[in-house]
């Protein structure tokens, strides 16, 4: 085909090859150019640029790949996406793989690309830094949108994969530590499918419903291990980034060893080196726990003995304050001596004056009933003398059985009543017996008496010159120290005087 085309070039001018050469139409001349370009060159592998990348609905991407002089076309069907490996992005330097062909309908020609991949760690290293920044500014990183972990967690949901040593080392942490329930999200921590898996557990675990069948989890720990920065590089995908920034869950980030970083770290609420930190963030350790309350416990013990030893001290102190029992009484109990004095004298009077009552009701009831009677009878009479003789005398029975009877109803009142006030007058006259003097006498008390008047000081008593005692049995005369003898005072052999030594009047009552 090439010795073909070549066949068309004339070399003499424009009208030897006018006559020559061969007529073509233009859809033939293209269908020659686009066999010559897909034999010549079949498979080839090209370093660039992307730029102007579109994705169509249909799923097809339609991009440039250019370098700093020249652009190539590329397309990829949809059928070929998910052999790429990568997502097209603007301003990624790849190298790709695919088949030059042309385009007649627009006198074009493309490469149709099946296998793309970063070209250099450098360029991804760059990629990466950009897409960290775009999402920065967007406030997924910002550290007010972290949110505090639980500090002891009763689930704990994993997005890892289930056959591989993290998910061994992290439960292995777990039950050293403090054991808690786990709840492992399968996915694929490498390779194509890694970012969408990843994501999708994340939001995946935040959908399950708090106290339904399967528990919600109160913490997420995402984790692979160790390797390169193409093995990693699905947790560096936006669509990662975007679902553990939205996560309500806390999330660790526990990808890669302590020197690898991707960009889920900075939107995780932690970030744990390996995945056994991340264990170790998410729970404390029981014996730790258990020796601090231990701790506290014994802290709380001393706390309360030294509080309990002050107060008792402070009671002891505020105690010797306070006034001793017999200070208190002293002035109640002279306060009741002067009303027991006083009392006997009162209820007398109070008895005598009921008794002087008494007597004037009823020298003023007995005139009067025997006026009413002879009333009567008057009145009696002088019906009587109106009557005729039967008949006044059986008016007169009856009003004499009347008055008889009226009679004996008053005699019941008058002995009701002396009754009821001789009643009154016993019980008068044994509260005063009971509350009298006499009766304080017969409890060891004794009256001191300086002719008729009571002596209730000790500087009276000294200087009277004789005193009279009465206690329960009699009367004594006695004689100050230093005075001299009543000299028979007293009439006869019931007193007698007697010395003694100044003593308080409280003397008497107590100690």
């Not at 009921?354 to 020298?363: K, M, P, S």
């Not at 009413?372 to 039967?390: D, E, I, K, P």
């Not at 004794?446 to 009571?454: D, F, K, L, Q, Y």
């Amino acid at each position: 085909m090439v010795a073909a085309m070549s066949d068309l070039i004339d070399d003499d001018g424009p009208g030897a090859a006018q006559s020559n050469a061969p007529e073509f139409s233009v859809s033939e001349l293209t269908g020659s150019i686009k066999r010559t370009l897909e034999s010549a060159f079949g498979r080839v592998r090209v370093r660039g640029e992307l730029g102007r990348v579109m994705k169509a609905k249909s799923g097809h991407y339609y991009y440039d790949l250019k370098d700093d002089r020249n652009v190539i076309n590329c397309t990829t069907w949809k059928g070929q996406v998910a052999g790429l490996g990568i997502e097209p992005e603007e301003g990624m330097e790849v190298i790709v793989t695919g088949r030059l062909s042309a385009y007649g309908p627009q006198s074009r020609y493309n490469l149709n690309v099946d296998s793309m991949e970063i070209a250099g760690a450098g360029a991804l290293m760059a990629m990466l830094e950009k897409r960290r920044k775009a999402l920065a500014a967007e406030g997924l990183f910002d550290e007010a949108r972290k949110r505090p972990l639980p500090y002891l967690p009763e689930v704990i949901g994993v997005v890892t994969s289930p056959t591989g040593a993290v998910i061994r080392d992290i439960l292995h942490r777990l039950r050293d530590r403090f054991p808690r329930k786990v709840l492992i999200w399968p996915v694929a921590v490498q390779g194509q499918n890694s970012a969408a898996e990843v994501a999708r557990g994340i939001r995946g675990f935040n959908a399950l419903t708090p106290g339904g069948a399967i528990p919600r989890p109160d913490l997420l720990i995402v984790a692979r291990g160790g390797g390169s920065l193409e093995d990693l590089w699905g947790f560096n995908e936006e669509i990662v980034v975007r679902a553990a920034a939205d996560s309500v869950i806390p999330l660790i980030s526990a990808v890669g060893h302590e020197t690898d970083t991707t960009l889920i770290d900075f939107a995780a609420d932690r970030r744990a080196p390996t995945p056994t930190a991340a264990a170790e963030m998410a729970v404390p350790v029981r014996l730790d726990l258990l020796n601090w309350t231990e701790a506290q416990g014994g802290r709380l013990t001393r706390a309360a003995t030294a509080a309990l030893q002050a107060r008792r001290q402070r009671l002891g102190d505020l105690s010797r304050g306070l006034p001793r029992a017999e200070t208190l009484f002293e002035g109640p109990r002279q306060t009741l001596d002067r009303w027991s004095e006083r009392l006997g004298p009162a209820l007398s009077g109070l008895v005598g004056r009921h008794r002087q009552r008494l007597d004037r009701v009823e020298a003023a009831l007995t005139p009067a009933l025997e006026r009413g009677v002879a009333r009567r009878r008057v009145s009696l009479g002088q019906a009587a003398g109106r009557l005729s003789f039967g008949r006044i005398a059986d008016r007169a029975e009856r009003g004499r059985r009347d008055l008889s009877v009226q009679l004996r109803s008053l005699d019941r009142a008058l002995a009701a009543a002396a009754e009821t006030r001789r009643a009154r007058l016993d019980a008068l006259s044994r509260l005063l017996q009971s509350l009298g003097y006499t009766e304080t006498l017969k409890r060891g008390y004794a009256v001191v008496r300086e002719g008729e008047e009571i002596v209730t000081g000790a500087g009276r008593a000294a200087g009277a010159a004789s005193l009279e005692i009465e206690f329960q049995d009699g009367r004594v005369t006695a004689v100050p120290a230093g005075g001299a003898s009543p000299g028979g005072a007293g009439g006869g052999g019931a007193k007698r005087p007697v010395k003694f030594p100044p003593r308080s009047q409280g003397d008497l009552f107590g100690d």
